[in-house]
Structures are given as structure tokens and as C-alpha cells.
């Protein structure tokens, strides 16, 4: 029998794992772009204890480790913003990034009163676009932020109201 993997709200305790996780699942990121200056590895612990503070910040935990994270704040016009989804290398590929984005979702949408979700990744990071699509989302903009980078924004509106907001999310490893 698997240990099971649980998604819960974070706490100022998993700020150092969340710090450790990001920067080992943005090297791909950074290497494939070639600028290891992004801010996801330059973020300092003070700053994601800020993020903590003030957003939506959850994450996955097989017994007492985190293996994933996201991030969502709700903006002024009801949309929310989501970032920062990683999933520990060894536990990708089996729905645990699907899993963290939809309780995201579902977080916003009840606490804050998401309208819309946004997210955005880089033109080259063909897995995320993919799993974005399978999730709803349509490319909505393009921006070139380097002559190596180009951001693709995405968004999907929310489920009807009405739906199971109460789901468990867990799954086997």
C-alpha cells in the first residue's frame, strides 16, 4: 500500500521546502531558456513567506515532504492569477500538477470569487501548454519579454456554479 499524497493549504513551516522545491524544478525551465536569472530561482525566503502572507499558496505532501505547489491571488476585476505550479521531478507525470491546479481553482472561486483563471509560461515549455489545454485554458496573448522568451497567457473561466467544491484530492505513490 502507497503513501498517499495530500494537498493542503501551506503554512509559514513549508516556506523553506517550497524555496528548496522551486529552485530544483526551475533549473529545467532556466536551461531551456538559457537565463538562470529568472525569478523563481532568485526569489528570497522573505519573499515567499510574503507570498505566503497575503495569496493563495497550496501544496502537496507525501507524509512530511512537499512534492508540488501553487500559487493564486484574485485580482481587483475577479480574475485570478495563478503561478509558480511545480511538481517535484520524480512525482511528475502522474496528474499531481492537474490535481494541485484544479484545488487552486476551486480555492479561488470560493474564497475569493474568481471569475476567470489566468496563467502564463514560456513559448517553449511545451508540457505546460499541454497540460494547460487538457485543462481548459485557450491561449489568449503572446508577449516578448527577450529576444530567448516569449510569455503565452492562458485562461479558461470557472466551472458552473453548482459543482463539488468538496472533493479529497489524494493519490498513490
Do not use: F, W
Amino acid at each position: 500500500m502507497g503513501t498517499s499524497v495530500t494537498i493542503s493549504a501551506a503554512t509559514d513551516e513549508d516556506a523553506e521546502q517550497i524555496l528548496k522545491l522551486q529552485y530544483l524544478c526551475y533549473q529545467s525551465e532556466a536551461a531551456l531558456y538559457g537565463d538562470y536569472g529568472i525569478e523563481p530561482l532568485t526569489q528570497t525566503l522573505d519573499d515567499l513567506r510574503a507570498e505566503l502572507a497575503r495569496g493563495c499558496v497550496l501544496v502537496a505532501r507525501l507524509g512530511a515532504e512537499v512534492v508540488g505547489s501553487v500559487r493564486g491571488r484574485v485580482e481587483d476585476d475577479g480574475t485570478a492569477v495563478i503561478g509558480k505550479l511545480i511538481v517535484h521531478p520524480r512525482m511528475q507525470r502522474h496528474g499531481l500538477g492537474g490535481r494541485l491546479l484544479s484545488a487552486v481553482e476551486e480555492r479561488l472561486a470560493r474564497e475569493r470569487s474568481a471569475r476567470r483563471y489566468r496563467l502564463s509560461t514560456g513559448h517553449r515549455s511545451e508540457g505546460n501548454i499541454r497540460l494547460y489545454r487538457r485543462l481548459g485554458y485557450t491561449p489568449v496573448a503572446t508577449e516578448r519579454i527577450s529576444p530567448r522568451l516569449d510569455m503565452v497567457t492562458l485562461e479558461k473561466a470557472p466551472e458552473p456554479a453548482g459543482g463539488d467544491v468538496s472533493r479529497t484530492y489524494a493519490a498513490s505513490a
